[in-house]
T-cell receptor, first 113, second 113 residues
Framework: DGGITQSPKYLFRKEGQNVTLSCEQNLNHDAMYWYRQDPGQGLRLIYYSQIVNDFQKGDIAEGYSVSREKKESFPLTVTSAQKNPTAFYLC????????????FGPGTRLTVT | QQQVKQSPQSLIVQKGGISIINCAYENTAFDYFPWYQQFPGKGPALLIAIRPDVSEKKEGRFTISFNKSAKQFSLHIMDSQPGDSATYFCAAATTSGTYKYIFGTGTRLKVLA
């Protein structure tokens, strides 16, 4: 079954703690992306990676960090420096080599109190 | 210049009616325009996409109309059904370079039975 897996679906943390969100894909896609979604807003790009061991900041990277050590994995760490971390986080991937379509995972809803 | 403006913010349509959602962009370098459908608590799913070399693309009940000179594109949902009730996002991207998507702010569609 090919697709993108995000875990967990719901995550709760106390303020001041770092938390890592998982994203795995078995689509053999080169590129992976992290978006943040807030109510009434579009998807905003946090980080993206076009190849292994390389990634770039998106529009709202402050307070977040990523790694891309394996093609299939792109974990996102929400650090304590992120001022408003409560949001719905979406991971996506795309082939880029053959198509530009981005496919999304089911998302992780993070609540920080 | 990187924005994609989407309207309306919300839309109510009777079953069997036509739903129309509009998007406008400024950056003439954009050359790929996808539409996504998102149900509550789920990740967005690609519906249909268009390149600027065609003015219209149809897939089932979903049609994208593209006006290059006006820098506008729209999604038409024919014979709208209650199951189409979801949030719809347009996006724009350049297919050379980073393949980053710029998303609209979304339209919440409700189709009345």
């Amino acid at each position: 079954d090919g697709g993108i897996t995000q875990s967990p679906k719901y995550l709760f943390r106390k303020e001041g703690q770092n938390v890592t969100l998982s994203c795995e894909q078995n689509l053999n896609h080169d590129a992976m992306y992290w978006y943040r979604q807030d109510p009434g807003q579009g998807l905003r790009l946090i980080y993206y990676s076009q190849i292994v061991n390389d990634f770039q900041k998106g529009d709202i990277a402050e307070g977040y960090s990523v790694s891309r050590e394996k093609k299939e994995s792109f974990p996102l760490t929400v650090t304590s420096a992120q001022k408003n971390p409560t949001a719905f986080y979406l991971c996506a991937s795309s082939s880029n080599r053959y198509s530009y379509e981005q496919y999304f995972g089911p998302g992780t809803r993070l609540t920080v109190t | 210049q990187q924005q994609v403006k989407q309207s309306p913010q919300s839309l109510i349509v009777q079953k069997g009616g036509i739903s129309i959602i509009n998007c406008a962009y400024e950056n003439t370098a954009f050359d790929y325009f996808p539409w996504y459908q998102q149900f509550p608590g789920k990740g967005p799913a690609l519906l249909i996409a268009i390149r600027p070399d065609v003015s219209e693309k149809k897939e089932g009940r979903f049609t994208i109309s593209f006006n290059k000179s006006a820098k506008q594109f729209s999604l038409h949902i024919m014979d709208s059904q209650p199951g189409d009730s979801a949030t719809y996002f347009c996006a724009a991207a350049t297919t050379s370079g980073t393949y980053k998507y710029i998303f609209g702010t979304g339209t919440r569609l409700k189709v009345l039975a």
